[in-house]
């Protein structure tokens, strides 16, 4: 199994997410709780709270997910995609899944932190592996 099913699996969830940002967006204007001019700048109108959790969420998904597809471009390239790396990579890949069902949901925020701990303890742990498997194969 290649180490790129795991990043385009975290890339549509985040496409899933923008998507729902879109259409919860639209509602939002065709029901007049936002005015369209927000959109402008994003300033000067009041976001509905729903709203701006989801948009703060998508902004979620340009940070430590761009440090996981780096990883996983970097094992790909040097081959240093094992079974344990794929697996752990998928583990994240769900983790993220779960951070984004409980902020979009729920928004409980100490389950929210700890799944997201829990995955960046994960994307650690991925690195130092990948880091291992490279000094290893080049010495």
Not at 13 to 40: H, Q, W
Not at 62 to 81: D, K, R, S
């Amino acid at each position: 199994m290649s180490i790129l099913l795991p990043a385009f699996a975290m890339m549509a969830l985040t496409f899933f997410c923008l998507g729902r940002l879109g259409y919860l967006r639209n509602a939002a204007v065709k029901n007049g709780e936002i005015d369209p001019r927000f959109f402008s700048v994003y300033r000067g109108y009041e976001e509905p709270e729903k709203l701006a959790a989801h948009s703060r969420h998508i902004v979620n998904h340009f940070e430590t997910p761009v440090v996981f597809y780096v990883l996983c471009l970097i094992a790909f390239v040097a081959g240093q995609a094992n079974t344990v790396i794929i697996a752990l990579a998928w583990v994240y890949v769900v983790l993220r899944c779960v951070h984004s069902y409980v902020h979009l949901t729920s928004n409980a925020i100490l389950l929210r932190f700890r799944i997201f701990i829990m995955s960046l303890i994960v994307l650690g742990i991925l690195w130092a592996m990948l880091l291992v498997e490279v000094l290893r194969t080049n010495t």
